[in-house]
């Protein structure tokens, strides 16, 4: 059972940075294609970014291209997401996804998830 925890969130201006990590624990980490999804109030959870377990593959929503970056370290069972430009439209629970399965971007393709942290972007 792999468990996953996220930390980075918290608040920035507009224009600003914020960097998103996720560890993973009680299993192996590197077979897993990871995920970042988010949830804003009142809306559906939102693919964000993936990437393969040997991050020689990425995926991004088109709001998220040119903006953010996802990124891994296998040897500390980490996903990184990097993100910059921030907007308000960016504020959510940003969530970490774990899946067996090759790069994906529905939520429901994922096993395991985080339970969340949140980024709020003040305009």
């Known amino acids: 059972q792999v468990q996953l925890i996220e930390s980075g969130g918290g608040l920035v201006q507009a224009g600003g940075s914020l960097s998103l990590s996720c560890r993973a624990s009680?299993?192996?980490?590197?077979?897993?294609?990871m995920g970042w999804f988010r949830q804003a109030p009142g809306k559906e959870r939102e693919f964000v970014a993936a990437?393969?377990?040997?991050?020689?593959?990425?995926n991004y929503v088109d709001s998220a291209k040119g903006r953010f970056t996802i990124s891994r370290d296998n040897a500390k069972n980490t996903v990184y997401l990097q993100m910059t430009s921030l907007k308000s439209e960016d504020t959510a629970v940003y969530y970490c996804?774990?899946?067996?399965?090759?790069?994906?971007?529905?939520?429901?393709?994922?096993?395991?998830w985080g339970q969340g942290t949140q980024v709020t972007v003040s305009s």
């Open positions: 009680g299993g192996a980490f590197s077979p897993y294609v």
């Open positions: 996804a774990a899946t067996i399965t090759p790069v994906r971007t529905a939520a429901n393709q994922y096993d395991y």
């Open positions: 990437i393969s377990w040997n991050a020689g593959t990425t």
